[in-house]
């Protein structure tokens, strides 16, 4: 399989409103894509287009070698792992119950959910029922409902919105490993820190167009003014440009033992969307 996802010159018009214009991109096997992009920009709109739960006005989209007209089928659907908006879970039923019906559902062994309890840092409360849980909780065990029947390829809509440092930390531990297994996640954040430090290649959105596409580290690389600032020990600062001519320069200043820190200048990717899409990611 070339692509996990491909999608070329995709569109999506509601009624007067064009929430994603003419957008392509591909995503390969075993990759962590990010869409990034502020609210309204259409990123649940894509993963509703790429899981099947809204149809395309124009273009072609191509997930797992299926194509859109065959999202609804069983096959494609014990392939794939959606988190969004939309999921849901029994709120009367235990976080136990509720496993082991989505392990009935889609086939998966029980044994799934101890290890899946664990990859969400759940395990105590698997006899809690659902609604008593936080909405962090809440969260976790969607996600675990997500993967129990181990896709190939997940879908997460803002997955860590609703946690704290300490489980959002845990939770990229977790998709992480998962993604070493071979696992390929397509997922949307406006977290910028989240988006550096998981994905392997991210999107820009905005108002439904991709106007930036690369690794978090190319797109630093490219938006930088490839100058080094140094800072010396008695406060002075230096912006060097990175170019031959100037390497005597900043030998001497190392050589003086004047140098206290020395930096290059690359930008991270919330000011590079900034820049991009003049608009601001919180
Ligand atoms: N069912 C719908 N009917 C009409 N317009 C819609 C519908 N769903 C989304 N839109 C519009 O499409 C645009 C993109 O919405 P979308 O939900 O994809 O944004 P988003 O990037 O996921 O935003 P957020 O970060 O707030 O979740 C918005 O202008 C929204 O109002
Ligand atoms: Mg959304």
Do not use: W
């Amino acid at each position: 399989m070339e692509h996990a996802i491909k999608v070329t010159q995709l569109r999506k018009v509601f009624s007067q409103h064009t929430a994603i214009e003419d957008i392509s991109f591909a995503v390969k096997p075993g990759e962590i894509f990010g869409l990034l992009g502020p609210s309204g920009s259409g990123k649940t709109t894509t993963i509703k287009i790429l899981t099947g739960e809204l149809g395309q006005t124009a273009g072609e989209v191509n997930v797992l070698d299926t194509n859109a007209r065959s999202f609804g089928t069983a096959a494609f659907k014990s392939r794939i792992g959606i988190l969004s908006d939309n999921s849901s879970l029994y709120e009367r039923l235990t976080v136990d119950d509720n496993l082991r019906l989505f392990c009935k559902l889609y086939d998966a062994p029980l044994d799934q959910i101890d290890v899946m309890l664990d990859e969400v840092n759940l395990k105590d409360a698997r006899n809690k029922v659902v609604s008593k849980l936080s909405k962090g909780m809440k969260q976790r065990v969607l996600l675990a409902k997500a993967l129990i029947h181990r896709p190939e390829l997940i879908f997460l809509d803002e997955p860590t919105s609703a946690l704290d440092p300490g489980n959002m930390a845990h939770i990229h531990r977790g998709l992480q490993k998962l993604n070493e297994a071979g696992t390929t996640i397509f997922i949307t954040t406006h977290d910028m820190e989240e988006a550096t430090e998981l994905c392997h290649r991210v999107a820009f959105l905005n108002n439904g167009s991709i106007q930036e596409l690369g690794s978090p580290e190319d797109l630093r690389y490219k938006y930088s003014t490839h100058a080094f600032h140094i800072e010396t020990f008695d406060g002075e600062r230096l912006v060097i440009e990175n170019e031959a001519e100037n390497a005597n320069e900043i030998r001497d200043l190392v050589a003086s033992g004047q140098v206290k820190a020395i930096h290059s200048d690359n930008p991270t990717l919330g000011q590079i969307f900034l820049k991009v899409t003049g608009k601001e990611l919180v």
